[in-house]
């Protein structure tokens, strides 16, 4: 459903100058498969993410979504993906009901289909309650389930959801969580970006650690631990995280400026040593 293949993404910036934000990521995710991106901020996640769903161009490689490539057949991306994110504009004046079929229209959805389609979300997101209230009135968590009545409404096979459950309480990114889960039991494919390790722990099927623009490691948690001799997943993480801060130390990577860790300081220590 998505391949991606050397994926790069290099920003021109006033302050830094050529930065690469996405260094050479490749990866593929199924159908039915919820792919967890877990990586600190500034790791270049939201960048891939914005690639896959064409709101930004890569600077090299490939990436498909559903068999369209991203450059080439953007329109055909768009109508096959669905971006949900921590920030997503809801309208104060507009219900949780027209803001979403609004979204179905835009996409061109007929008014019958998307009537029909309306009710199928609002019964499976537990939406009713709130049909007819508006943006101004909704708590967190319901315009994040609008957010997500929204990314779904033209039933996409692709779902991205970066960092969903940034600012929600507990209760709210449980819910989150579990619609997920029923979204991959209904055959969806899923992207999953966080920082959050027990998050992709609790939820994906396999895992990308990324960290200043690269992919460190791939694989189900179980291959990750065994590959690793490291069963604390957190420990695997900041080993991961700090092996690759010594590499770099040691000039074993080109010296291309490469992505900040966003404020992370990551001590090299020796791999499976913590240094948090
Ligand atoms: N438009 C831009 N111009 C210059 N640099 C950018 C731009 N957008 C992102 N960056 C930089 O690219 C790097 C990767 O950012 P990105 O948002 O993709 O990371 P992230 O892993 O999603 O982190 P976060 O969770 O903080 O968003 C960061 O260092 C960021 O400052």
Redo the contacts with the bound molecule.
Sequence with gaps: MIHVQHLSKT???LQ?GR?V??DGVSFSVRAGEIFGLL??????????LRILSTILEPSGGIATVAGFDVVRDAADVRRNIGFVSNNTAIYDRMTAWEMVQYFGRLHGMKSDLLRQRLETLFDQLRMNEFRDVPGAKMSTGMKQKVSIARAMVHDPPVLVF??ATLGLDVLVARNLLSVIRSLREAGKCLIF?T?IMSEVERLCDRIAI?YR?KILDTGTLDELRGRHREDDFEELFFGLLSQHEQERRNGDLDGSVM??P?GWSVAATAPGETSA
């Design positions: 920003y021109q910036d830094r930065f934000a996405v990586g600190p901020n500034g790791a270049g996640k939201t960048t891939v970066d960092e970006s920082h990324m623009g992505a900040d966003g």
